[in-house]
T-cell receptor
Framework: AQSVTQLDSHVSVSEGTPVLLRCNYS??????LFWYVQHPNKGLQLLLK??????LVKGINGFEAEFKKSETSFHLTKPSAHMSDAAEYFC???????????FGAGTRLFVKA | GAGVSQTPSNKVTEKGKYVELRCDPI?????LYWYRQSLGQGPEFLIY????????DSGLPNDRFFAVRPEGSVSTLKIQRTERGDSAVYLC?????????????FGQGTRLTVV
């Protein structure tokens, strides 16, 4: 079955330290992969997407993610966390030829001063 | 409009009642999605429209749920005989493309509470 797993429900970092949010997807044909962010009382916003071009994808606000086919992973990283990064992050997969978007359960990022 | 608009923003209804949730996508977007997000979970796919037709409705949980998009723009999600378990935030998204590899733009959602 098609699925996406976000390995951490909560991640807590100090401001200025690196962020790593982990995502694994079930192996299938080459998927399209996305990271979305959801701030409280705001709609979901696209951070970045992978659609079979470069495996290292740069997004907004300094985030980037690397597609690793051998590991079926698409982890989200940022070198230095800001307080404004505190939010819920969702990894999303769409399998080639399909329309159905599959969301992970989400990772809540806390940033400490 | 500038973004995806969903109305109402909040809806409280009694168990057994019928509700309609409306989504106004971004003008010109041919693709439209509905999702349901329960507390503490990620959005769950319900249905996808390409134009007027439902290209994939495999996520609708049962026959109490139905969605239409008669003119290829505004969509309405209809829930009959509501149950307390239907309480959730219902999200709508639209995208310009016909495939899932294009960015989807989300509305703020409708929070449905069934009492």
């Amino acid at each position: 079955a098609q699925s996406v797993t976000q390995l951490d429900s909560h991640v807590s970092v100090s401001e200025g330290t690196p962020v790593l949010l982990r995502c694994n997807y079930s192996s299938s044909y080459s998927p399209s992969l996305f990271w979305y962010v959801q701030h409280p009382n705001k709609g979901l916003q696209l951070l970045l997407k992978y659609t079979s071009a470069a495996t290292l994808v740069k997004g907004i606000n300094g985030f980037e993610a690397e597609f690793k086919k051998s590991e079926t992973s698409f982890h989200l990283t940022k070198p230095s966390a800001h307080m404004s990064d505190a939010a819920e992050y969702f990894c999303v997969v769409v399998y080639t030829g399909g329309f159905k978007t599959i969301f992970g359960a989400g990772t809540r990022l806390f940033v400490k001063a | 409009g500038a973004g995806v608009s969903q109305t109402p923003s909040n809806k409280v209804t009694e168990k057994g009642k019928y509700v309609e949730l409306r989504c106004d996508p971004i003008s010109g977007h041919t693709a439209l999605y509905w999702y349901r997000q329960s507390l503490g979970q990620g959005p769950e796919f319900l249905i996808y429209f390409q134009g007027t037709g439902a290209a994939d409705d495999s996520g609708l949980p049962n026959d109490r749920f139905f969605a239409v998009r008669p003119e290829g723009s505004v969509s309405t999600l209809k829930i009959q005989r509501t149950e307390r378990g239907d309480s959730a935030v219902y999200l709508c998204a639209s995208s310009p493309g016909g495939r899932g590899n294009t960015e989807a733009f989300f509305g703020q959602g409708t929070r449905l509470t069934v009492v």
